[in-house]
């Protein structure tokens, strides 16, 4: 299509005759048909650069026919107001986007904050208990002699209940403990050791990250192994971190089954939204490469600043 001469009711021709409007009258009304434009172009899913060229090949159409009969700064000066409004959807959408990140992050924090508690009270709270139990028990053990073989197997019992709350608690918050990458490398070994699947990791990052960071990284490679270990059938699994400048990478692969990304995606499945979600809401991204019969891999990206 010759951008000078729009066909009859295209895209171009819709807008140059809508800006062309604005620039001869002005007023809200044909104002808020630039609003209009933006809104529809935003259904269409087209993008900001597309309409800056529209708006560019309307607006040389508009001054080569007026050839030289109009202020150019005056023109360009209106021109420039009918597309901020236009942009003003995209606008809109940008800004609800970055307000739902800063809730997302939010609710993150907040059930990090949660699942905190609760490692706690794992540890802490029912630790203390079981230990008056003991002591419980041990006074009867003290009054009453013959039930002194029942009441060491009530101890053994509770020994082991101890250790799996411990373990448990350990699980919930392990980066609190051992600090990220051991925390990861300690996530490995228990799902190589319940599985049978070797899981191994690499990482050339070794310092501290924002807190915010290794949470997020912890929980999506965490995701990330319960897939490849629930729907790829894999028979080996490697974790991958390395740090160019200020940015993050994590690879998480395996060798399993491998799916259609595009239909994986669009199903919303494996756990990728809220993952998507978390990254996101952190300035990061995943991308995902795969195909039936050739495994899988989950590429992430996060800043950690300067």
């Not at 009918?82 to 986007?97: D, K, N």
Request: net charge negative; charged share 25%.
């Amino acid at each position: 299509m010759n951008a000078a001469h729009p066909t009859p009711e295209s895209p171009d021709s819709n807008y140059q005759q809508a800006l062309s409007a604005y620039l001869e009258r002005g007023g809200e009304a044909l104002l808020a048909r630039a609003y209009e434009l933006g809104r529809d172009a935003l259904a269409g899913g087209r993008s900001i650069p597309d309409l800056v060229g529209l708006h560019s090949r309307a607006l040389r159409a508009i001054a080569a026919a007026a050839d030289g009969r109009r202020d150019p700064g005056s023109l360009i000066d209106s021109a420039t107001t009918f597309l901020a409004e236009m942009l003003s959807p995209f606008e809109m959408t940008h800004r609800g986007y970055r307000d739902s990140l800063v809730a997302w992050r939010h609710i993150n924090e907040t059930l990090e904050q949660e699942i905190r508690r609760i490692a706690h009270a794992l540890h802490d709270d029912s630790g203390q208990l079981l230990v008056s139990v003991h002591l419980q028990l041990a006074q009867v053990a003290r009054e009453v002699p013959a039930a002194g073989p029942k009441i060491e197997e009530c101890q053994k019992l509770l020994d082991q209940a101890e250790q799996q709350l411990r373990h448990l608690s350990h699980e919930l918050r392990p980066i609190d403990d051992l600090g990220w990458l051991a925390a990861i490398e300690f996530l490995a070994a228990a799902v190589s050791r319940r599985t049978r699947i070797p899981v191994d990791v690499r990482s050339s990052v070794t310092q501290r990250l924002p807190a915010a960071v290794e949470t997020a990284l912890y929980r999506v490679v965490q995701e990330a192994l319960t897939n490849a270990v629930r729907h790829a059938h894999a028979t080996r699994i490697r974790i991958e971190i390395d740090q160019e400048r200020d940015c993050l990478r994590c690879l998480i692969g395996d060798d399993g089954l491998g799916f259609e990304v595009e239909s994986g995606v669009g199903r919303g499945g494996l756990g990728l939204r809220g993952m998507r979600e978390r990254l996101s809401a952190l300035g990061g991204s995943l991308h995902i490469v795969s195909a039936p019969g050739h495994g899988a891999e989950i590429r992430i990206q996060l800043p950690v600043g300067g």
